[in-house]
């Protein structure tokens, strides 16, 4: 196990410990999609993924390229703002535009997902010259079982954070290489890969790339011209990439005051939660609400290991922190970022500092910045385990491969957890099943009143997600849609001129929207519309005559005369 090993070895020993671990998790129906969990996931945010990508699937092909008009109509949504990762999209309509078949990518993504990140990690070992078997094995096993990776189930695009771990090969390798062609290609096409999977990942990656830009120029590895020029070219890719992608100028201008909100707990990277090992800790640090998002304690097995190279790695960052210092700057900068400036430890909030409004609107395009220290997370593995087998002695590498099995036991919960999601199967449906499969077949539109967009208690929201997939499915078009930014019409140059009053216009416009949901529902619409209502607005005699209205489930739903589903009340 401390054998050297050629490069390709490594990376296969890799990949075959990341496959018995994703193996561990899902099985082979689950990731060919015929498991019952994909009839309806359990939780909303897969939910919309699904609704999202079969409406992409079965739409036309346009620009911009993930502009879907049957979703959120008559506006219309681009997929990029529901999470679907635009990637797997994408391969999957090109799939369908060829041989006429829908498929789900998603399992195999997954899959993937609990695959890559010990493969990359090896890359990582390979940049540095780390050549051992155990080595690769043991951060195989860090990276694949990060409490931050299996804390986001359910969120299927934040699963990709080998991502991460990849960029911070591609750093090590461009500070390596002379000629830098190929890797500023490869740069561009890594970060194009990386905004079309999520944006949060595609922030902190373009930050690595950056740094690799900048630390290539200290080093005299490139000159000034060629620095600017490189990231001139990058730059313009990657607009060219987002332009075609239609995000520009879209997306609205949520949130308004809610950075700092999904922050990291100073505590949250070294105090145990998940319950692995301390069963009286499963609970997580939130003090706000919201630092669910800012979750990333190491794991018990990491933070065992850090102790144990503790002194090699203070001295390793005293002599070669200048050979780092835009990584590390960067790293500094995520943190500071994740902690936000409402610095939190534990349940004392310790400072807070000043955000002027134009500055707390740019930091709250990214809201949930606990997220941020995922990189740092990943880096502080890379750190430990080529410092361990830079030099490796038995005994170090039998305690740092048994930290990684500690790792394994620390998060046996969360892994436990995915586990018996999938088991669960198909998840409850707030509305009986077959009576919104018949309604959705007969529509020409699937109208909701009030539409996710308006909802305010969780039985509406689900209802929504439902008929949402449900629609998307038969390919139906409808106006609710789900997304983490809604902008209701309001722009960022409404924000801009005015930044005091955001919060104030965004609720205006917000009330506006809901109310022409209802005076829609009330004028009626074409014989195939069909109006979902799940509230008691509008009641039935402000509803346009011509229109009657039959119960489903607990909800309505209402039609114009003449179509052979509706019924008297």
């Known amino acids: 196990m401390l054998a050297e090993l050629p490069a390709w070895q490594l990376l296969v020993l890799a990949a075959a410990t990341g496959l018995l671990w994703a193996t561990s998790l899902f099985d082979w129906s689950f990731v060919a999609v015929r498991h019952a969990f994909w009839q309806f996931p359990m939780g909303i945010d897969m939910q919309q993924v699904l609704a999202a990508y079969y409406y992409y699937v079965q739409s036309p092909w346009q620009l911009p390229l993930f502009y879907v008009s049957a979703l959120g109509a008559p506006t219309g949504t681009n997929i990029i703002f529901t999470d679907a990762v635009p990637i797997a999209a994408l391969a999957g309509k090109l799939i369908h535009s060829l041989i006429g078949v829908i498929i789900n990518p998603y399992g195999a993504f997954l899959l993937l997902c609990f695959i890559l990140p010990g493969v990359a990690m090896t890359f990582v070992l390979i940049a540095t010259r780390t050549r051992y078997a155990l080595a690769a094995v043991t951060g195989a096993i860090f990276a694949d079982a990060m409490p931050a990776l299996l804390w986001r189930w359910g969120d299927i695009a934040l699963e990709a954070q080998f991502l991460l771990i990849g960029a911070l090969a591609l750093y090590l390798f461009s500070l390596r290489a002379r000629c830098w062609r190929g890797l500023a290609a490869g740069w561009i096409g890594y970060l194009a890969l990386t905004y079309l999977t999520n944006i949060y990942l595609f922030a902190m990656v373009g930050a690595v790339w950056l740094c690799a830009v900048v630390q290539r120029e200290f080093a005299g590895l490139t000159t000034m011209r060629e620095a600017l020029a490189t990231r001139a070219l990058t730059v313009a890719a990657i607009a060219v990439v987002i332009a075609l992608g239609g995000q520009f ?321």
């Open 249 to 569: 100028g879209a997306g609205g201008a949520l949130p308004f005051a809610e950075y700092g909100h999904y922050s990291m707990n100073l505590l949250s990277p070294f105090v145990p939660q998940g319950g692995g090992v301390f069963y009286g800790m499963a609970g997580i640090i939130d003090t706000t609400g919201g630092q669910y998002e800012g979750f990333n304690y190491l794991g018990l097995g990491l933070l065992v290991a850090s102790v144990f190279v503790l002194p090699t790695e203070v001295g390793w960052l005293r002599h070669n922190a200048r050979r780092h210092t835009a990584l590390l700057i960067a790293c500094a900068a995520l943190t500071a970022v994740a902690v936000s400036h409402r610095v939190f430890l534990g349940h004392w909030l310790i400072l807070t500092l000043p955000m002027p409004d134009p500055l707390n609107h740019l930091f709250g395009i990214f809201r949930s910045s606990g997220r941020f220290f995922w990189l740092i997370g990943y880096a502080q593995i890379a750190v430990v385990v080529v410092l361990a087998y830079r030099r490796p002695r038995p005994g170090m590498a039998l305690c740092l491969f048994g930290a990684a099995l500690l790792q394994i036991c620390d998060v046996r919960p969360l892994h436990d957890h995915i586990v018996d999601t999938i088991a669960a199967g198909r998840g409850a449906e707030e509305l009986d099943h077959n009576e919104v499969a018949r309604l959705v077949a007969g529509a020409g539109m699937i109208e909701v009143a009030p539409s996710f967009q308006c909802s305010a208690s969780i039985k509406q929201i689900s209802a929504n997600v439902q008929l949402m997939l449900a629609a998307a499915r038969a390919d139906v078009p409808t106006n609710t849609v789900y997304m983490a930014r809604q902008s209701y019409g309001l722009g960022w140059w409404d924000v801009l001129r005015r930044p005091a009053r955001g919060a104030e216009m965004f609720e205006e416009h917000r009330s506006q929207y809901c109310q022409r949901e209802i005076e829609q529902v009330r004028n009626g619409g074409r014989p195939d519309d069909v109006f979902v209502l799940l509230s008691d607005r509008p009641r039935l005699e402000q509803i346009a005559p011509g229109v009657t209205c039959s119960r489903l489930s607990w909800a309505r739903y209402c039609q114009a005369h003449g179509n052979d589903q509706a019924g008297q009340q």
